[in-house]
């Protein structure tokens, strides 16, 4: 069982926004920054948002990031077929003195 | 081109060690921080370890500490991960990744593999 939870699926239809949520507490989201990855089947994860909400270079800014108390939001705004991986969120945890990842997310683009 | 390319994994008999390599080019090695991070067959993400840039402060999940050990040689641009006492529950593949800020991981291999089986 993850640190971090995040809801196992969700689904949308092209076009649409939609927001995955990472819940945890105060020893880890609550006091560290966040971080959201994305995979693409059969790819190593690739970082879409860091220190919460920066995008690195390179990421289109439909992907956004945002952390209130102990929980962080991804969002991702006109959904391309592209979109259709799994997405991770991380951050440290002080009490663990370790990282932590979310169970992960699977997005399905309908 | 910034890379990371990971070597040493494979199949091990359950109580055995490997010692996993990545080497990195195309950025400055012993200016960022370092982590492995691996991923069990269907499963997900799990952060393993990291090490500072001069390789003198070290962390590790509780699954692995006290098994594993992470390293770095900065003249060698290469970080490592030596593997003792394995079990079948540390089979994944494992990535070497670079740390952007506050562990974001900005850059990451592509993996190798690690199978722990008799």
């Known amino acids: 069982q993850s640190v971090l939870t995040q809801p196992p699926s969700m689904s949308a239809a092209p076009g649409q926004t939609v927001t995955i949520s990472c819940s945890g507490g105060?020893?880890?989201?609550?006091?560290?920054?966040v971080s959201w990855y994305q995979q693409l089947p059969g790819t190593a994860p690739k970082l879409l948002i860091y220190?919460?909400?920066q995008r690195p270079s390179g990421i289109p800014d439909r992907f956004s990031g945002s952390k209130s108390g102990t929980s962080a939001t991804l969002g991702i705004t006109g959904l391309q077929p592209g979109d259709e991986a799994d997405y991770y969120c991380g951050t440290w945890d002080s009490r663990l003195s370790a990282g932590v990842f979310g169970g992960g997310t699977k997005l399905t683009v309908l | 081109e910034v890379q990371l390319v990971e070597s040493g994994g494979g199949l091990v008999q359950p109580g055995g060690s490997l010692r996993l390599s990545c080497a990195v080019s195309g950025f400055t090695f012993s200016g960022h921080w370092m982590y492995w991070v691996r991923q069990a067959p269907g499963k997900g993400l799990m952060w393993v370890s990291r090490?500072?840039?001069?390789?003198?402060?070290?962390n590790y999940a509780d699954s692995v500490k006290g098994r594993f050990t992470i390293s770095r040689d900065n003249a060698k641009n290469t970080l490592y991960l030596q593997m003792n006492s394995l079990r079948d529950e540390d089979t994944a593949v494992y990535h070497c990744?670079?740390?952007?800020?506050?562990?974001?991981?900005?850059?990451w291999g592509q993996g190798t593999t690690v199978t722990v089986s008799s």
């Open positions: 090490i500072n840039k001069d390789g003198r402060s070290t």
């Open positions: 990744t670079r740390d952007l800020h506050n562990g974001g991981m900005d850059v």
């Open positions: 105060s020893s880890n989201i609550g006091n560290n920054y």
């Open positions: 220190d919460n909400n």
